[in-house]
């Protein structure tokens, strides 16, 4: 009985390990937003390099807890309209954006081409400014991510932005003249409930924000996600 008990101790423990925050100052989105949607795309394979990206093992997406606390207004406000926030991707290890550099280098592996950078050579995805060394996403406080509508069924259908999220080109301008006029409506919604929150928008990617007063602007964490 008592082997029992100590064994039961030791799980009821390790969850609790296992659930805690992985840093302090940052927050589970899934966790601390009812409702958000979470699909971590550098978990798996749906991304630009076609494969999961060293520092990502789960399908979670952590932020600074200023960051999540003004996405939870956000979130919100959609919910109240049958809408709901999808996450692509938020915190980033470094050594994710490590592990970015160094495919660059290697000029063999495209699997991604066709779907993501189909008109840009792999050599120019660093100089044109879709990648870079260092991410605002390695700051705990930017976000890629969307709007989506929730079926009566419960499935996630997400609002039509022109552009798939991480597709390389001038059509995932934030402003791009290149899609419909739904399209830019839509882009428009999600910019201005992000911008009214205190996110900055990046132009060269309609999903990608960041907070404006992030609390951690000079830090590239390591952590993974996990």
């Not at 969307?146 to 552009?163: F, H, N, Q, R, W």
Request: with cysteine; charged share 25%.
């Amino acid at each position: 009985m008592r082997r029992l008990f100590m064994g039961l101790i030791s799980v009821l423990i390790g969850h609790a390990v296992s659930a805690a925050p992985v840093h302090e100052g940052f927050v589970d989105l899934g966790d601390y937003i009812p409702g958000i949607v979470i699909e971590a795309r550098y978990a798996g394979h749906e991304n630009f390099m076609a494969r999961p990206v060293k520092g990502y093992h789960t399908n979670k997406a952590f932020m600074s807890r200023a960051a999540a606390d003004r996405l939870k207004l956000i979130q919100k406000r959609l919910s109240d309209c049958g809408l709901t926030l999808k996450v692509f991707d938020a915190y980033r290890p470094q050594r994710a954006v490590d592990d970015f550099m160094d495919w660059i280098k290697d000029r063999d592996d495209t699997l991604g081409k066709q779907r993501y950078y189909p008109d840009i050579d792999k050599d120019r995805l660093v100089p044109e400014g879709y990648i870079a060394e260092r991410s605002g996403h390695s700051r705990g406080s930017t976000i890629d991510l969307t709007i989506a509508a929730i079926a009566e069924d419960g499935s996630v259908l997400e609002l039509d932005m022109g552009s798939p999220w991480d597709f390389f080109g001038p059509i995932s301008h934030a402003l791009s003249l290149d899609v419909n006029m739904q399209q830019r409506a839509n882009r428009a919604l999600l910019r201005t409930l992000m911008v009214n929150h205190g996110f900055k928008p990046y132009e060269a990617e309609w999903w990608h924000f960041t907070l404006v007063d992030e609390p951690y602007p000079d830090t590239y964490f390591n952590f993974p996600v996990e």
